[in-house]
């Protein structure tokens, strides 16, 4: 007597071999190679060489950059040429401008931004999408076009020479209202601010515990380009404020003045400038890592 066994078709999964790659949806997960990585690290290389070679030039005098072939390790002068920076032009109170500027921005941009956000993504009102539009349609005015108006409103109100002429201008930015637009209208379920609704909950609380927390990452991404924006702004302080009282950027053009440029001073001061980017990309990195692996999550 002969006996057939039969496996059942839902077991065929658990002893089929794991086969090398998986798929998700019609893509293939494979593992990177090797020359993936080593594409990846030589990217990142030659992305950080610049930084690298101001450090470089920031470390010796002037006349070393003249050798051939040039110097390609660190020099002894880094902390002298740093005093020297400091002891040129009032570099300090550039640095606390900055910072006073670009801190200032970076929160109004945010707050009222996601604050738009909210209103045009999830808010019904009159009017919204043309507003929306309008908005959007500044994004294609090049700046340079409003500095003579905007120059003169700030001497009519008596504010150039002060850093509330290079504040004022940037507290709402058209580019930060789009973006938590798009981002508030993703990740906001409608659903739930009408349970907030349900609760009892008013916009402005809706806002503040449902709304908030939500945007964390977007707002993340949102602060550390605006502040990069503000920081690295040129024209508009070189425009509005006195030589006695400049931003970073102004001071660093002052640095590079002068019949023969200092190389090893202007660098050195770049790496000043370029600190407090790196400390602010440090400390939102998390959040903005975080929102995307959320999204990966997600998706």
């Known amino acids: ?6 496996r059942p078709k839902g077991d065929a ?12 949806k019609g893509f293939v997960e494979r ?3 090797k020359l993936t990585y080593l594409a990846l690290t030589g990217l990142a290389l030659f992305s950080a060489f610049p930084l690298y070679w101001s450090f470089v030039v920031g470390s010796h005098d002037n006349g070393v950059l003249g050798e051939v072939p040039p110097p390609l390790g660190l ?3 880094l902390f002298a040429n740093v005093e020297r920076a400091f002891g040129t032009i009032d570099f300090a109170k550039a640095l606390a401008n900055s910072f006073m500027v670009s801190g200032a921005i970076t929160i109004s941009v945010v707050l009222f931004s996601t604050l738009a956000g909210f209103a045009f993504a999830k808010l019904a009102f009159r009017g919204r999408n043309a507003l929306l539009v309008m908005v959007i349609a500044t994004m294609m005015v090049p700046t340079q076009l409003g500095i003579i108006p905007l120059y003169m409103l700030m001497a009519k109100i008596e504010w150039t020479g002060t850093m509330y002429a290079v504040v004022a201008p940037g507290l709402v930015s058209a580019f930060g209202v789009f973006f938590m637009t798009q981002y508030l209208g993703e990740a906001v379920p409608t659903e739930l601010i009408e349970a907030a609704r349900a609760d009892g909950c008013t916009t402005l609380r809706i806002f503040w515990h449902v709304v908030l927390p939500v945007s964390k990452p977007a707002a993340a991404v949102l602060g550390m380009l605006t502040f990069m924006t503000a920081w690295n ?10 030589p006695e009282d400049p931003t970073v950027q102004v001071a660093l053009s002052a640095l590079a003045s002068g019949y023969i440029t200092d190389f090893s001073l202007s660098l050195t001061g770049t790496i000043i400038a370029t600190v407090p980017l790196l400390v602010v990309f440090v400390a939102l990195g998390k ?7 959320q999204g990966a999550i997600k998706g």
């Open 287 to 293: 959040h903005i890592i975080g929102g995307i692996m």
């Open 31 to 33: 593992r990177p190679g």
């Open 1 to 6: 007597m002969t006996v057939t066994m039969t």
């Open 13 to 24: 999964a658990a002893v089929a071999p794991t086969p090398p790659s998986r798929r998700y």
């Open 233 to 242: 702004d040129f024209f508009w302080p070189l425009v509005v404020l006195t």
């Open 75 to 77: 020099g002894p002068n």
